[in-house]
């Protein structure tokens, strides 16, 4: 009979590993796009590590959708009265760390913070500033760079940190919604080739360049 309880209390576990992997996978791949581009800066690597995984933004609804339905079904279960064994045995078993609440709500914060990461990825950025804060009128120039490739809030950062890098940049505004940066720099210091050089340098295609 203890054997028995044993299997019965036991039987769920493969199917909710399964469950709260798929959830942690989804969850990873609905801000992997974002989150790519801020390992390549601290790991100072380039090009295509910050893009490889672009493509899965238009996917990011659906995945958003699955990590949401499945830990509310793995909730569900695990709120949901359990079942009663009819025998005299006594239940002295201890319970698994992975199998508990506990873990499925440590789980759940995880895949929401996963979740959420593009809305607060621009706070991992180095918040550099242009070297240069102020210039004579007739040397300033604005830049407009086209750019594709931009998913997030997180991109932002990573095009704004790169810019800055430049002696003389004074200010850059970057949105990945309009998919473009605006470089306000000292045309003394640098030049339109060294900016295009940084922001291409993030992994990010330059489409177009246009001076205001």
Known sequence: MKTQENSLKSSGAPTEKIWLGTSLVAALGASLCCITPLVALVAGTTSSLAVSFSWLEPLRPYLIGLTTLVLAFAWYQ????????????????????????????????????????????QIFYPQLQGQQTTADKSNVQIVEIKIKGMTCAGCEGHVNSEVNKLAGILKVETSYADGNTLVKFDKTKTDVKQIEKAVSATGYKVTQVNLK
Do not use: G, R
């Open 78 to 121: 695990k709120l949901m009265p359990s079942k009663q064994v009819d025998c005299d045995c006594k239940t002295n078993l201890k319970s698994n760390f992975m199998q508990s609440k506990t873990f499925l709500f440590l789980v759940s914060l995880f895949a929401a913070a996963m979740l959420a990461f593009p809305s607060y990825a």
